[in-house]
């Protein structure tokens, strides 16, 4: 193991496996789907079992992979699946236990278009399993939404820190085209796996029978016959997401100034397509930018609104018929019109597309504007 | 930006093609601060090796110091079928890894062809095989090149530097990288097995910078 840096030409899918193993993960559970194979592909390829001791298990189905990283999870170890939508799907009853156990771990989805088994080509109709949830119950997670194959790396590292800092699992939202295209790499360097002694140190709730001399055993389950007692769980697990609502926040602002008149919001592979079409706009002489959320959840709410006290016509890109723009819609507080453009079912929109939607959103503005019944009199 | 981007690639092509007159190659230099973004799609059957020869384009373009992206078209894919790869080398940050239109086309077939014909931009270049195409390419506002690439690997009995023999003839005609960094990035891409290899890889994409003949 060398600890100098590497420059290399990854796969984003690639990419994950390898930050995984350099950022001291403890195992990987997963099941083979396209387009994400190349995360166990690369692991058995790599066998980190053999340097860093990373348990890689190729798990039987995906109900399998999740339940295994929630008893990896009550443990205290620092593990992840990664998988696509309908895989995803699949593992939304062990990620709601997940949640309401409190536990670490990390989830990377690598969406396809859908519903159903839907196409194996990039999607972004997940943004609602992945922010919202598919599974039973008040719970959140936190989602992380990628734009390049250096952060698809980076994510597994911001990933470790904050479902330990908040205990609570994470979601990586990616996209099969992130997955499958390559881009030059910056890795990590080698990050060794904590120690039993570290892990009971850092996570004093675990059921790994560390240490039980010195404290009382710890007991996990989510089913409590008495709703006073659960009510109290809910409390204080909603006091916990209102505290990562204000302090996760993540977001990116491209080309936006004051006199920015109009706005894409875009996140994932969207945002990369958005930003090549607010280059072609800005050539042209329309004043537009991007905003683009890193974290989904937590929502950047606060500055969308304060950006559309003066931005009236925002354009919202994902490659889906429209689940963001909800959110979009919502953090506005009614001051600004939002407007969809993107494609669905594993067809992802060309950069001059965006510009055409952006184009036709212009003009429904302007007819917007005409004062109502101009065309009665 | 764009006017900037073909005067670049088209002084680029001039200096390539004379490596005279001191200023041109003043212009050259004055030219090359600003910023460079070349769009390639290469496209042709599975099997002929498109997605690796985007992948060595690529790494070459990393030993350059630049930002580089690789998208395929992934998919039920089979041997035969049609395979394509878009790869964006910049100086700037690649923004959108997929294109509407590209600065060159690269297509070793047919089918290849009329998908991509129409959408090289004004100015820029198309480079054929001319083994594998029937019907060459008819339009007069870009740079048509042909390389006898499928000739020569089979004349050379060596079948499987056919996609090096065309990597030479596209960087005779867009010098984006150096044939050194092109074989530094051989080293990155291939495993170390196969390192013993590279010597002949170099040897053919010098041959095919020779290869290449302009059309129109």
Not at chain 1, 188 to 193: A, D, E, M, S, T
Request: charged content about 20%; glycine content about 10%.
């Amino acid at each position: 193991m060398d600890n100098q840096k590497d420059f290399v030409l990854l796969k984003g899918n690639e990419a994950i496996a390898k930050a995984a193993i350099r950022y001291g993960y403890d195992g990987f559970f997963g099941y083979p789907i396209t387009p994400q194979s190349e995360v166990l592909e690369t692991l058995a390829a790599d066998k980190p079992w053999e340097t860093t001791g990373m348990v890689v298990l190729q798990a039987e189905s995906e109900l399998a992979s999740i339940n295994m990283l929630y008893g990896a999870g009550c443990t205290g170890k620092l593990v992840f699946t990664s998988s696509s939508s309908p895989g995803i799907a699949l593992m939304q009853e062990g990620l709601s236990y997940m949640a309401g156990n409190e536990l670490p771990g990390v989830i990377v989805s690598v969406g396809r278009g859908g519903p159903g088994l839907g196409t194996i080509q990039p999607g972004q109709a997940d943004y609602y399993q992945a922010v919202y949830g598919g599974g039973n119950g008040d719970y959140n997670t936190i989602v992380l939404a990628p734009n390049s194959v250096q952060e698809m790396c980076d994510c597994m590292g911001k990933a470790a820190e904050l479902t330990f800092k908040w205990r609570m699992p994470v979601i990586v939202l990616s996209d099969g085209m992130i997955g499958q295209m390559m881009e030059k790499v910056e890795l990590p360097p080698y990050r060794p796996r904590r120690t039993d002694e570290e892990i009971a140190k850092q996570c004093p709730w675990a059921t790994n029978g560390i240490g039980l001399k010195n404290r009382k055993y710890n007991f996990m389950s989510t089913l409590e016959f008495d709703p006073a007692v659960m009510e109290e769980r809910n409390q204080k697990m909603a006091a916990k997401y209102h505290q990562v609502e204000a302090e996760e926040v993540d977001y990116e602002l491209y080309r936006v100034d004051d006199d920015t008149e109009y706005l894409i919001v875009a996140y994932g592979i969207s945002s990369r397509i958005s930003m090549k079409a607010v280059d072609l706009l800005r050539e042209t002489g329309v004043k537009i930018g991007m905003l683009r959320p890193k974290t989904l959840w937590p929502f950047p709410n606060k500055i969308i609104s304060q950006l559309s006290e003066r931005i009236k016509s925002i354009l919202c890109v994902e490659q889906c018929e429209g689940q963001m723009i909800n959110d979009v819609r919502l953090a506005t507080e009614g001051q600004a019109t939002v407007f969809h453009s993107g494609r669905s079912g594993g067809m992802v929109s060309s950069p001059m597309e965006v510009v055409e939607d952006f184009k036709s959103m212009a003009r429904e503005k302007m007819s917007n504007n005409w004062p109502k019944g101009y065309w009665m009199k | 930006m764009k006017s900037e981007k073909f005067a670049t690639a088209a002084v680029y092509q001039w200096v390539a093609h004379t490596r005279s007159s001191k200023f041109f190659t003043f212009s050259f230099l004055t030219l090359q601060l600003r910023t460079m973004t070349e769009e390639i799609i290469i496209s042709g059957f599975g099997g002929q090796g498109v997605l690796s020869m985007g992948k060595i384009l690529a790494y070459a373009g990393i030993m350059e110091g630049k930002e580089v992206s690789w998208m395929p078209a992934y998919g039920p894919e089979q041997r035969g079928g049609t395979a394509n790869v878009t790869v964006i080398v910049s100086d700037d940050m690649v923004s959108s890894p997929i294109v509407s239109s590209y600065d060159t086309a690269i297509v070793l077939n047919q089918p290849s062809l009329e998908k991509f014909e129409p959408q090289v931009k004004p100015g820029g270049a198309i480079i054929y095989d001319g083994h594998s195409i029937i019907q060459p390419p008819k339009r007069d506002d870009i740079n048509v090149y042909r390389i006898d690439a499928m000739e020569e690997a089979a004349r050379t009995g060596n079948s499987k530097v056919f996609n090096m023999l065309v990597l030479g003839g596209y960087l005779k005609v867009r010098p984006i990288a150096t044939v050194e960094d092109v074989v530094k990035g051989l080293h990155k891409a291939l495993p170390e097995r196969h390192h013993k290899l590279i010597p002949m890889n170099e040897e053919a994409i010098r041959r095919g910078m020779e290869l290449i003949k302009k059309m129109n």
